[in-house]
């Protein structure tokens, strides 16, 4: 979708910039180095492989649910600690999870150029009880996608 060129344009930008940079880390900076959630770095791509996912199936869903809709909880109340946890991030194939980080956000890119225009308007009710809307969800990815390079960014210095 033309409206939303920018937004896939920076993520896939920044994927062709970290891919490599990523790759490049060693074992001791990934799994030993904590920033102040106490999230290692592969912790870190972990959540952000865990929030393409979900963006995803939100994007899909904002299409086609009942609007308002709702969403089981993944990114307040330490959910989304407790699937970094689950998933036990910190025991991946680094090369698995960077190419799956890859192909995942790659993914996401693909489903926002597709997204039916009559449908951005349409809203979900966080956990906490906001409406956000189909665009603002898309517009905001970027955003936390670039929160979480920096954190990354801040641990390898």
Not at 4 to 31: G, R, T
Not at 118 to 138: F, R
């Amino acid at each position: 979708m033309e409206k939303f060129e920018s937004v896939c344009d920076e993520l896939l930008s920044l994927l062709k910039i970290w891919e490599p940079k990523l790759l490049a880390v060693s074992e001791n900076a990934l799994v030993h180095r904590t920033n102040s959630q106490n999230r290692t770095i592969k912790q870190i791509v972990g959540h952000m492989i865990d929030s393409a996912s979900n963006n995803t199936h939100r994007i899909i869903h904002l299409q086609y649910d009942k609007i308002p809709s709702q969403f089981p909880d993944y990114a307040n109340f330490g959910n989304n600690d407790k699937w970094i946890a689950i998933q036990n991030f910190q025991k991946e194939d680094w090369h698995v999870m960077v190419q799956l980080w890859k192909y995942c956000h790659t993914h996401i890119v693909h489903v926002i150029k597709n997204v039916d225009p009559l449908k951005l308007e349409n809203e979900w009710i966080s956990a906490l009880g906001q409406k956000i809307t189909l665009e603002a969800m898309i517009i905001d990815f970027p955003r936390h996608f670039q929160l979480h390079i920096k954190e990354i960014e801040e641990l390898l210095n």
